[in-house]
């Protein structure tokens, strides 16, 4: 804990302008970044006896021991600078928002020749249209369905989109009246931009030009007799109005507004967000905070504001936001929003009338949303710290191992070995820390050699960096650590931020990770208090005999065996059985099987690469399209094979070089003999068609059968 007069600056050397400032802990993280219109009085608050501080206040300034700020122009400026850094450093002091990429919105991508109505999630992209969000897909889908019938604009993907028009039959929607079928050309392009546009224009609340048109069409087809069509324009009206109906008017004058609620306590706060266009609730989202620092009602809906027009531009800001309290001072937030709208944006309290009946709705869904959130998480907390402390006592750890580690080693066959590290943090799952390994070091396969070499590179870098720094170094390439093995991103890369992306879609959210000089996040957090093995007394004694090598003897360490679930310590004969019923034993049991999950798809992916490798892979200076324009023009690359060398210059951008150069590659490449599909009984050209085996435990081959039965015998 430090002393804030250790680095309290000089009186005098706080200039009285407004600006930015960061605190920074021992490491260099920063840990808390604020405004201020006068940076002398705002920091002069946080240099006083520490008696007079709120407990959270004087936690950060105790944690801190160096404090900087930024000068700039104007309290405008100061936000906008305030946001981005909070955006890229995530210190762990400031308010932050749950983020809400995942909501839903119904998108109409007007930036396509033929503009298609989906589903979307995540950042907006340019010459998007968004309405929403909504609380659910299957809202939209709902939405979208009833409205097809007036306004029949495509919704089918690109690739559908594209068979459709090789063969010249739509899909289904085309058939029955629900798409206007421009893949096949029944509607011109421009046609249907206009028809999506009126698609764009109902959703976004000008809704009566549509049903009074359809009801004088309605009224024409049947003063003419045209029963049938008049019945279908009878329909379609009804699908209006239903459509309509989904979304009541709460505000009679068609106002376009965002209303924002707060409920809060001693400890966290909740948000929740109506958005209004046209009069109508068009969408609701919310989220929920801690209160890791002394915060009044108007700065959370400062924040608030920060994180809902942080990235939007034009109509996305509404003109009128309406909030339970105003920010102090409100004058530059309310000149930041209008910069963003790029026109006047009013920032007020409702006083009366529909309006502040409509707050107190949105009021109501964030004390509710408050007290949901307080109810499963003080059920999650009781389980998680009952689990921490069972697996403690089941191991003799001095504390509840707050930060779990745990290793996984998969292959197949002993090909495409790898390793996975996955981290629990308070018992849940800390994915933007998480980490994937390649074994190069050998080959063939050995879980206990894998194993110890994964512990010996994970912990090697740890100290080295520890020694000299402190923390780790920046840009460290992943094969420098230790021979034979490296740290990859799904693509098979090292990362180049230290980052893992995921090969399975997941999202990996940045948290308080450990920082570069700069506060960034970097590849590792802190050591664990525990070390997971997924394994036995070989895997258990390996990962400690790495740990001895290195002269750490602070770590637990512990492996989970699959086969009856006991839990083996190093050095023990016996292992240690948890209750079936154990809340630790459960929580190991999730780490062990995330890291499984998080190396054999790894581990599949490695695999699917390999058999999609082609003899042309190795050619020197042969891009992907020409290797494409070769393939197209032979057929195979056993026609490629036998063709000449004359006949591969024939190729257009193959010269005579690189086609001397292909020849030579794949005479070098010969297969030794064909490969053969045993599902189909089809020769495959460049696979080998030995059965696969794996084993499951060292030298115990296991034959591959089935699919399913071979991933059930992956490790």
Known sequence: MADPSSYRPRPGEIPDSPGVYRFRDEHRRVIYVGKAKSLRQRLANYFQDLANLHPRTRTMVTTAASVEWTVVSTEVEALQLEYSWIKEFDPRFNVKYRDDKSYPYLAVTMNEEFPRVQVMRGHKKKGVRYFGPYGHAWAIRDTVDLLLRVFPVRTCSAGVFKNAARTGRPCLLGYIGKCSAPCVERISPEDHRELAEEFCDFMAGRTGTYLRRLERQMADAAEEMEYERAARLRDDIGALKKAMEKSAVVLADATDADLIAVAEDELEAAVQIFHVRGGRVRGQRGWVTDKVEEITTGALVEHALQQLYGEETGDAVPKEVLVPALPDPVEPVQQWLTERRGSGVSLRIPQRGDKKALMATVERNAQQALVLHKTKRASDLTTRSRALEEIAEALDLDSAPLRIECYDISHLQGDDVVASMVVFEDGLARKSEYRRFQIKGFAGQDDVRSMHEVITRRFRRYLAEKETTGEWAD??????????????????????????????????????????????????????????????????????????????????????????????LPGDDDPVVLPRTSEGLYLLQRVRDEAHRFAITYQRVKRAKRFRSSPLDDVPGLGETRKQALIKHFGSVKKLRAATIDQICEVPGIGRKTAETVAVALARATPAAPAVNTATGEIMEDEHGAPETTTDAPGEPVTAGTPDERRGQER
């Open 475 to 568: 840009g460290q390439d992943a094969d420098t650590a230790g021979p034979g093995v490296g740290d990859v991103a799904s693509d098979g890369r090292p990362p180049a931020d230290g980052r893992v992306v995921p090969d399975d879609g997941e999202a990996l959210v940045d948290g308080p990770a450990l920082k570069d000089d700069d506060g960034r996040p970097k590849r590792f957090a802190y050591p664990p208090q525990l070390v997971v093995v997924d394994g036995g007394q070989p895997q258990v004694a390996a990962a400690q005999r790495a740990l001895d090598e290195l002269g750490i003897d602070d770590i637990a360490v512990c492996g989970l065996a699959k086969r009856l679930e006991e839990v083996w």
